[in-house]
């Protein structure tokens, strides 16, 4: 008898959490440890497909392109992009902070499916680029902030950002094609613009907007055509770019004004008027019209 054997390549995947284990440069192996944070040192450094952690009190910074899956910052953790434009294709999880150090400084989240979490910050250099559906997840509390005295972008190129948690975007707009939906319970600081094109979306229960920049700012009409809670507050005029439909509570704070423009206001909550300016509300001869199913209240005057 003559016995024949089939041989098959067998392909295996490879994917290792690495861990910073002192402060150091990305691509240099004895700055991480495969074995957990402050372990002994891994024989290479991270690659694409890999995971990478930075602990705290470590500082990592790049020096190339790099790519990774899964990226978490732990707490008191920085992670420094060096100017470099990085990419991570899974989860976010940033409880430390992340330095756009440089004008050319260009972060991407390209996973379809992927999480943002966390309570740190990002400091953007140029744009922080998002595509593919994406959900910030209930627990994330996130700030998103510009170069100081320069306003830079967060952009949705592809897919729906969700929004959970609480985003805050200090010098720095909302941008892109993409949509952006803040989901029930969410809330969205906003200190500069929410871009024209982007679809974007506010009517969900229990979520806030928030124009919270110390200046002049347009609020635009959401996609989905109104808003929950509509705040206004930090200071300078906000300007109202369309009619306002907002079903839950206007509320008017810091030394912020509101001016509706050409366009009235339809609320279905509470009206509260509680900022300081000489003349926080621009009412000019457009109304605002009560038309709540429940009891409604007013803080302080409509009109000044």
């Not at 690659?47 to 899964?70: K, L, S």
């Not at 992340?98 to 140029?126: F, M, P, Q």
């Not at 939906?181 to 979306?201: E, K, P, R, V, Y």
């Not at 124009?211 to 347009?218: I, P």
């Amino acid at each position: 008898k003559v016995l024949f054997f089939l041989v098959f390549p067998i392909y295996s995947f490879s994917q290792t959490t690495y861990y910073s284990r002192v402060t150091g440069n990305w691509d240099v192996a004895a700055t991480w440890s495969t074995v957990g944070c402050g372990g002994v040192a891994a024989a290479t450094p991270p690659g694409a497909t890999d995971n990478a952690i930075v602990c705290g009190p470590h500082t990592v910074t790049m020096t190339a392109d790099e790519t990774i899956n899964n990226l978490t910052i732990n707490s008191a953790g920085i992670l420094n992009d060096g100017g470099n434009r990085p990419t991570a294709t899974g989860n976010l999880t940033l409880n430390g902070t992340i330095n756009g150090v440089a004008a050319s400084s260009r972060w991407t989240l390209s996973g379809a499916g992927a999480t943002i979490d966390g309570s740190g910050a990002c400091n953007i250099g140029d744009r922080f680029e998002i595509s593919g559906n994406k959900s910030v997840l209930a627990s994330a509390s996130i700030a998103f902030t510009g170069m100081t005295g320069v306003v830079r972008r967060l952009s949705v190129l592809s897919g729906t950002v969700t929004n959970n948690g609480i985003v805050t975007l200090s010098n720095t707009d909302l941008v892109d094609v993409g949509a952006w939906t803040n989901a029930s319970g969410s809330t969205l600081n906003a200190s500069d613009q929410i871009d024209a094109i982007i679809t974007f979306n506010a009517s969900a229960s229990g979520n806030t907007v928030n124009y919270n920049g110390a200046g002049a700012q347009n609020i635009r009409v959401p996609s989905d055509a109104s808003y929950h809670h509509l705040t206004i507050s930090g200071s300078g005029t906000k300007l109202l770019l369309g009619a306002a439909d907002v079903n839950g509570t206007v509320s008017i704070l810091g030394t912020a004004a509101l001016n509706v423009n050409s366009f009235n206001i339809t609320l279905g909550g509470n009206w509260n008027n509680n900022s300081t300016s000489p003349d926080p509300f621009i009412e000019g001869i457009q109304t605002v019209t009560l038309d709540g199913g429940a009891a409604q209240t007013i803080d302080a005057a409509l009109a000044q």
